[in-house]
């Protein structure tokens, strides 16, 4: 059974720093393109980065590149989401998703998703 279960999220101040975690598991984890989204209340779910373990290769959305970095550490099959710079806007239900289509950015095109963590950044 593919599990992929997020943690790190909170409270945090404007211009502070999170790092969140995705954990998988039930799947080769080299073979999937891990990505990261957010959701904001009234908004819809954005892409905002997003790592292939097993080449390397990293995707980031304009609104947090040179704030966030991916990465991956695959001997946990654990992905990670550097949060820096925080802003209010980056207040959101931040999820990570698995695909076997590398380079995917679109929500439908990720079957497995984990449950989200809130991140809240206040002014």
């Known amino acids: 059974e593919v599990q992929l279960v997020e943690s790190g999220g909170g409270l945090v101040q404007a211009g502070g720093s999170l790092r969140l975690s995705c954990a998988a598991s039930g799947f080769t984890f080299d073979d999937y393109y891990i990505g ?5 209340p009234g ?7 997003c790592i ?10 304009d609104s947090v ?6 990465s991956s550490e695959n001997a ?3 992905v990670y989401l550097q949060m820096n710079r925080l802003k209010p806007d980056d207040t ?9 289509s590398l380079l ?18 206040s002014s």
Do not use: D
Not at 52 to 61: C, E, F, K
Not at 92 to 100: E, I, N
Not at 108 to 116: N, S
């Open 36 to 40: 990261w989204f957010r959701q904001a």
């Open 52 to 61: 292939s373990p097993g080449v390397g290769h990293t995707y980031y959305a």
């Open 76 to 78: 946990k099959n654990t």
């Open 92 to 100: 959101a239900v931040y999820y990570c998703a698995a695909t076997l």
């Open 104 to 121: 995917a950015t679109l929500e439908y095109e990720y079957p497995y998703w984990g449950q989200g963590t809130q991140v809240t950044v």
């Open 43 to 49: 908004k819809e779910r954005e892409v905002i980065a």
């Open 65 to 70: 590149k040179g704030r966030f970095t991916i």
